[in-house]
């Protein structure tokens, strides 16, 4: 509803911030800036997080949740730039989130590989999508690729692979990705819960909100009409910033870092189940991959990944992934 959140999540999401990256960053000084649309939470909000700036604004009227998200982005960055311009302060680094994530494994800032932007590392499960077209031995080493990782799982395991464009189209139901362009399909999906950049690089970040026709645009041209921030994030990398080659992985959601509402139904260890000839059974990769980035954001292509309440993952670690 309108004016929605818990006051549970907020103070989950908080503590586990602070734990596993403020806490985590001795070294480094950080400086909240907040944006939300949840006055009533505002007071609790300002106490946990205790911001340099901050701004609770009720809902805006038949606004879609991309816009409303890009909104309150591009204002959280303004107000930076507004400090920065008012204290003769600069900052290094920009970490853009989520108010909602929590953090099983610390983000260690220095041991960031160098990049030009940083975004979450995500696999998928193998998916033939809308051009996997496969040979009838490449579908018989997928299928006992899937039952290996099930089995060796107890019951749910997650064969990885690079995350196609069709298959989050499809998501929003129906056949969305009928339409949609072959160069599209490991180009137009990113994880969007957070994104670390150079305050600069950040700041580019607004365009989304400021020309989001011409990102729809965009999109439309090769068949992209789901209206999600996944697609906008990628599209900006690729024609706005022009930095796919430049992009890198901080911690890899799902197993690393999670929203709260998926802890219980989407949280996954990594395993050391081996899936004979893998590179067999994965789908082939059909069409550009602008940059290599998705393939750099999913390094463990061909790795398994097993379902949290796997006994596999009890037997790992009691707090989290190895």
């Not at 909000?45 to 700036?53: A, G, Q, S």
């Not at 901050?54 to 591009?74: F, Q, T, W």
């Not at 069409?287 to 796997?310: N, Q």
Request: charged share 20%.
């Amino acid at each position: 509803g309108r004016d929605g959140g818990d006051e549970r999540v907020v103070r989950l999401a908080c503590e586990s911030l602070q734990r596993n990256v403020i806490g985590a960053n001795p070294s480094a000084l950080f400086h909240l800036f907040i944006h939300s649309w949840n006055p009533s939470l505002g007071a609790l909000i300002d106490k946990l997080y205790r911001p340099r700036w901050s701004r609770h604004e009720p809902e805006l009227d038949n606004v879609d949740k991309v816009v409303s998200a890009s909104i309150s982005l591009a204002t959280v960055l303004a107000a930076r730039r507004a400090h920065e311009a008012a204290t003769n302060e600069s900052y290094d680094l920009v970490l853009a989130l989520r108010p909602d994530l929590v953090w099983y494994r610390q983000l260690l800032l220095p041991a960031l590989p160098r990049a030009q932007l940083w975004l979450p590392a995500q696999c998928c499960a193998a998916d033939v999508g809308k051009f996997g077209e496969i040979a009838d031995s490449t579908d018989a080493a997928l299928k006992r690729a899937l039952y290996l990782a099930s089995r060796d799982c107890f019951g749910r395991g997650l064969l990885n692979a690079v995350c196609t464009t069709s298959r989050f189209l499809r998501m929003g139901g129906g056949e969305l990705d009928m339409h949609m362009e072959r160069e599209a399909e490991f180009n137009y999906y990113v994880n969007d819960w957070m994104f670390l950049a150079p305050p600069a690089t950040a700041d580019t970040f607004t365009l989304i909100a400021q020309h989001h026709e011409r990102y729809l645009a965009a999109l439309a041209e090769v068949g992209v009409h789901q209206v999600w921030m996944h697609f906008m994030w990628a599209a900006h990398v690729h024609h706005a910033l022009r930095v796919s080659a430049g992009v890198r992985p901080a911690l890899e959601a799902g197993t690393e870092f999670n929203l709260v509402r998926l802890i219980t139904s989407a949280r996954y260890c990594r395993s050391s189940i081996v899936v004979p000839n893998v590179s067999d059974a994965l789908p082939p990769v059909r069409g550009p991959m602008w940059g290599g980035m998705a393939k750099v954001l999913c390094s463990r292509a061909g790795a398994v990944s097993c379902a949290w309440e796997s006994p596999r993952c009890s037997s790992i670690a009691i707090e989290g992934p190895s």
